[in-house]
């Protein structure tokens, strides 16, 4: 048997009285459940993991500002257990309302737990507590919101107050776990590498700095007060050095070598799968983005349009898709950064395991296959080559998928919008892929000709700087320069000109 739902607006999601709000069942039964539902169960994995995890210096971690975190989160939970009581009070059998406030409770609960172990034995600040205190405001936020407009708080004011109370020690608490751990604890030696402590920033910058950037601050704010040196720039993430980026993938690239057919697309895929399907996520989402602030455009031009006619919907619709196009443009911003820093992410990753592996592939090649494979061309192989197969399988294989995605739904839109003359366009861009295609061929065929032709060019520069001492004993640097300048002039740019 479901739960029941004591308002007479029944489960919307929209409420039929109030615009631009949703049930008060809703909010309970789908919003504050789901969320509190989800982050137990990602704060039980989590206080699994920490268990195994050795305790950090308690002179280090245990503070003042570590009590006064605390002391907020048990506040929340103090008011959390005060709106369950109010609820129970209210509400003689079980329903909606008491479930939500029990889970929330629950949560709560748990929080208070994840907070003491995540300071005793983690560095850096809590994602899991970050996001679920950033989404519990939002909730009762909204919660709040839905009160005032029902007039609850005249005819329930105490679970007005303990919501508000609720609300407030849960942005303290999210504010004080965003503020860094001290500083001394990034330098301790690091147990599961041969180093010593967090090197880069990054590694130590929470999950809003992260979406933010905000840890790049102080690196920027020094190059505008000076010109940076090498000493000012920060050692790359663990995860970037070529021994951690490609151990893995020698492991799969070996595994895939005892095989009868290798492949390195799956060495590629086992390795760096998660991280290129993360990308494809923000993508994806990115993707559909794209398309909210046309039709919010669209709803809101209509609203201005019939505002003083008797068809004219309310004024918090107004205000609901101009804030709505602000919202949509912000979250636009930051998923495309993600979308960019995450391919280039893999993009990195790719380029680092193939350059390793082909340079240790140089180093146990026999005297035939030197004499098949020249300096050049292995220079080629490790530089232009890899890269080229980098930015493929990083960037240009999203759009196999992401292209046709946004055809259809550009085409839906203009559909409902211009009616079939969209389809005048849509004639023009299939006359107009024979044409890409044949240019698409053609700069192929460019391309791997000036391959040919630079690795040509790398193999004389091989012989020039080997035998260096005998050119200049027998004079003969005007002619390996004719040389030179033979390919690079007359096949290379030749052929670049062609592009």
Request: a positive charge.
């Amino acid at each position: 048997m479901g739960l029941s739902c004591p308002s007479s607006e029944g489960w919307g999601p929209l409420s039929p009285s109030r615009p631009v709000d949703f049930t008060t069942c809703f909010e309970h039964g789908v919003l504050v459940t789901g969320i509190n539902v989800l982050f137990l169960v990602v704060a039980i994995v989590r206080l699994h993991t920490l268990r195994r995890a050795p305790l950090l210096p308690h002179t280090l971690v245990v503070g003042s500002l570590f009590w006064i975190k605390l002391l907020l989160a048990v506040v929340t939970l103090a008011a959390s257990v005060a709106e369950l009581a109010f609820e129970i009070y209210a509400y003689s059998s079980v329903c909606v309302f008491t479930v939500s406030m029990g889970m929330q409770t629950a949560a709560a609960v748990v929080a208070v737990r994840l907070h003491y172990y995540e300071q005793l034995r983690n560095r850096i600040a809590s994602t899991p507590l970050l996001l679920f205190w950033l989404v519990t405001v939002l909730l009762a936020l909204m919660r709040l919101r839905t009160a005032v407009s029902m007039d609850l708080v005249e005819t329930q004011p105490a679970a007005v107050v303990a919501n508000t109370l609720f609300m407030l020690a849960a942005v303290a608490t999210m504010a004080l776990e965003c503020q860094p751990k001290p500083h001394g604890l990034y330098q301790l030696p690091d147990d599961d590498e041969d180093n010593f402590g967090f090197q880069s920033p990054e590694e130590r910058a929470n999950v809003f700095s992260r979406l933010t950037y905000t840890w790049l601050t102080p690196l920027l704010e020094q190059g505008l007060r000076k010109p940076l040196q090498m000493e000012d720039v920060r050692e790359l993430s663990r995860q970037y050095q070529p021994d951690v980026a490609t151990a893995e993938f020698q492991r799969n690239w070996q595994a895939e070598r005892q095989r009868s057919d290798p492949s390195l697309f799956r060495a590629t895929m086992r390795t760096y799968g998660a991280a290129w399907a993360l990308g494809g996520f923000y993508k994806l989402v990115k993707d559909l983005i794209v398309f909210l602030n046309p039709i919010l455009l669209s709803r809101l031009i209509g609203f201005v349009s019939t505002y003083y006619t008797p068809a004219a919907e309310p004024i918090e619709n107004g205000y609901f898709y101009a804030l709505s196009m602000f919202v949509v443009a912000s979250v636009q911003l930051l998923v495309f950064q993600q979308v960019c820093v995450q391919n280039q992410h893999v993009n990195c990753l790719i380029k680092i395991s193939y350059t390793t592996a082909i340079y240790r592939k140089t180093m146990v090649l026999s005297n035939d296959a030197r004499q098949k494979y020249n300096t050049g061309s292995i220079v080629t192989h490790m530089s232009t080559d890899s890269q080229r197969v980098a930015d493929f399988a990083a960037n240009s294989s999203h759009l196999l998928w992401s292209s046709p995605l946004q055809i259809v739904l550009a085409l839906y839109l203009l559909y409902r919008t211009l009616g079939w003359a969209v389809y005048a366009g849509v004639l023009v861009m299939l006359i107009s892929i024979p044409m890409s295609a044949q240019l698409s061929r053609s700069m192929r065929a460019l391309n791997k000709l000036l391959m040919g032709y630079r690795d040509q060019r790398m193999k004389i520069m091989d012989e020039v700087l080997s035998g260096i001492k005998i050119i200049k004993l027998y004079a003969w640097e005007s002619s390996f320069i004719r040389r030179i300048n033979e390919v690079r002039v007359k096949l290379e740019l030749r052929t670049i000109r062609h592009y």
